[in-house]
């Protein structure tokens, strides 16, 4: 039965969402090997945002590991401490998502098309999304009640998996404007880092506030409704290596 959880809430939303993005890119696919790199990619870096957030939060909050346990066991938490580690921790993730899609996909030639840089974000994401979830559902099963482990794992594996890969989406969109219009701010790719940070702080302390799921939601759905759209622009579906061979 724990199996079959599982598969339905952290493995099927992976699924889903990683299908419905490669429909989405059928007028000039990616290639599957290199988004497997992607996804595997974005499993490496789960473990290492967990690292770097663990030692940067060590020093100032030793006790920082017990604010989670207490969410977990329901019980009184202190929210300083668990605030700045929420805020810390979307900072880092984000950033890491950021230089990786830059520092590994920006200028391979397959990178073509505005949306493009939207489906390495969102490969990427949905590999980091992997080990979250599953840390989270590990985590969950162990220390907490049935009832919040049961709503816990479905809200991660629907809500928090939107939200990964809306702000990865559009930081992958803001880096595809950067490499290929010519009528883009400077700071379009900062613009986009800067809203994909927004989103996941606003998320990650709505979560945790009495009723703050609803706002969370709304939020989430919100920024996907504007990733669509952006995704839905013209500029974004061509192909510029082709465009860029007819104007010349």
Request: aromatic share 18%.
């Amino acid at each position: 039965m724990i199996i079959l959880f599982y598969f339905l809430f952290v493995i099927c939303p992976i699924l889903f969402w990683l299908g419905y993005f490669l429909v989405l890119d059928k007028r000039e696919p990616e290639p599957k090997k290199f988004l497997l790199k992607i996804f595997f990619l974005g499993i490496g870096i789960a473990f290492f945002a967990a690292a770097v957030e663990t030692l940067a939060l060590f020093p100032f909050f030793p006790n920082i590991e017990l604010e989670f346990k207490a969410i977990a066991n329901e019980t009184d938490s202190k929210t300083l401490p668990l605030f700045i580690g929420l805020m810390i921790g979307a900072v880092v993730e984000e950033l890491l998502k950021f230089f990786s899609i830059w520092e590994y996909s920006y200028y391979r030639n397959d990178f073509n098309q505005i949306l493009d840089g939207t489906i390495y974000g969102i490969t990427l994401a949905l590999g980091f999304v992997l080990i979250e979830n599953s840390f989270y559902f590990l985590s969950l099963y162990l220390n907490s009640s049935k009832e919040l482990f049961i709503a816990a794992v479905i809200t991660r594996g629907i809500l928090t998996t939107l939200m990964h890969i809306t702000t990865a989406g559009i930081i992958g969109y803001g880096l595809g404007r950067k490499k290929f219009t010519k009528d883009h701010s400077k700071k379009t790719a900062l613009y986009t880092l800067l809203l994909a940070v927004f989103i996941h702080v606003g998320f990650n302390l709505l979560i945790f506030l009495p009723g703050g799921i609803i706002a969370a939601f709304i939020l989430v759905a919100i920024s996907f409704l504007y990733l669509f759209f952006l995704l839905n622009r013209t500029e974004t579906k061509l192909v510029w290596r082709i465009v860029n061979r007819i104007k010349n």
